[in-house]
């Protein structure tokens, strides 16, 4: 989110264009959109961008970012975004936070180890204060999470970048009863694996 000037005067933009234009379609919709109207009495309009792959939506609204701001959110780039303590400092608000951070940036992997499936489940981001976070409160919550950076190609040179990673069959359990994601790509992923050893 940030402000921009057009024609001199100040108008705020709130961007949700992370998406995956097929996977998380359905979360946008069932999910994100109903949310939107129900806190703000917004009614979003979703939109696929083909040329990105991505699925999302754009608000111009002052007061929604002024509202953004007031709970401790920066404008601008998100190189230093994190969690504002206040969704910290309660059980129910940290495991929401961490839900809907990992239905909208989170992926499930499941890959082929010595002939089963081995799951990992990762938030990728350009935040290293919010990295940090994650890993620290998953790591309170049970779950066993490390980070690492990479480097990655965008506009302008190689950008860093801070992968939060959990691993195994016990975690992926644990994480689906404790941070219970609703993203359906999410469960799909989870039934596809409990199945898998039947």
Known sequence: M?????????????QLLRGHIEDDKQHYIEGVKPIFK??????????????????????????????????GLPTGPKTSIEIPKIFLKNGVLRAAVLRGIFDTDGCVYLEKKNGKLY?????????????????????????RATMYKEKFVKKGGQKDSYAVVIRGVEMFDLFMKVVKPQNPKHSIKHLKFTQSFK
């Open 38 to 71: 129900k806190l703000y009495g917004i009614d979003i309009s979703l939109r696929e961008m083909s040329s990105t792959r991505v699925f999302g939506f754009q608000i111009w609204s002052n007061e929604l970012v002024k509202l953004k701001e007031k709970l």
């Open 119 to 143: 799951p990992r489940l990762e938030i990728k981001t350009i935040s290293f204060p919010l990295a940090s976070q994650l890993k620290e409160n998953f790591n309170e919550l049970g779950l």
């Open 2 to 14: 940030s402000y921009y000037n057009n024609q001199g005067v100040k108008k705020g933009i709130y």
